[in-house]
């Protein structure tokens, strides 16, 4: 019963601290937007930082990468695109590095075939000691039980983690800020990632 006992506590603190994460959706159109910045150019922004849940969060944060829903408003008299007729800035004027939806993704997704090193416990076996008759400790193998926690919690976590990644880049692509016209009068709500070590103010910097 000891090892039992102790084989099990293994197994809850390996699947604690390493298993899959499921994601969250930001929903940017849902955001506050408490901060605005109006551009003499016409350009207008508000802008609200979202903050990331779990294994994404914890990776944002380790490669300072920001994750912002912002609106883009266009006042002028012509279609603009960002990269094209302008850039995001910080209000002293540092153009922000802004990640495309792909580098994003690949910074911060979550890695699904990890998990296979689960696969290892596969050969854990409930054991039984008892004392023969001759006063030794003998040790018997009584059921396989790993050859249902290993591919379980293995394929488990495998299928959580990229379902998890398939949202995430489902909703950095549907939100995507890069090729997007945004035409005269109209607003447009994009779903942002800036690698900055804060979290500074931002406002649109025309092209000239």
């Not at 910074?107 to 039984?128: A, C, D, E, M, V």
């Not at 030794?136 to 396989?144: K, L």
Request: hydrophobic fraction near 35%.
């Amino acid at each position: 019963m000891k090892k039992i006992a102790m084989l099990s506590g293994v197994i809850i603190a390996l699947f604690l601290t390493s298993c899959a994460s499921t994601y969250k959706n930001l929903n940017p159109e849902t955001a506050n937007f408490s901060s605005t910045e109006k551009n003499e150019n016409g350009i207008n922004v508000s802008y609200e930082y979202l903050t990331l849940k779990k294994k994404y969060a914890k990776k944002a944060n380790k490669k300072d990468i920001r994750t912002v829903a912002i609106k883009i408003e266009n006042t002028t008299d012509k279609t603009i695109t960002y990269n094209s007729d302008f850039k995001l800035a910080t209000t002293g004027n540092e153009y922000l590095s802004v990640l495309h939806p792909n580098d994003t993704y690949d910074n911060i997704r979550q890695k699904p075939g990890t998990h296979f090193w689960y696969l290892l416990l596969s050969f854990i076996q409930l054991q039984k000691t008892s004392t023969n008759s001759y006063g030794y400790t003998e040790t018997e193998n009584i059921f396989p039980i790993g050859l249902i926690i290993g591919p379980g919690i293995a394929l488990g976590n495998f299928f959580t983690a990229k379902s998890a990644n398939t949202k995430f880049k489902n909703e950095i692509d549907q939100y995507n800020i890069y090729n997007t016209p945004i035409a005269p009068g109209e607003s447009k709500t994009f779903l942002i990632a800036i690698r900055h070590s804060n979290y500074p103010s931002i406002k649109a910097q025309v092209i000239n």
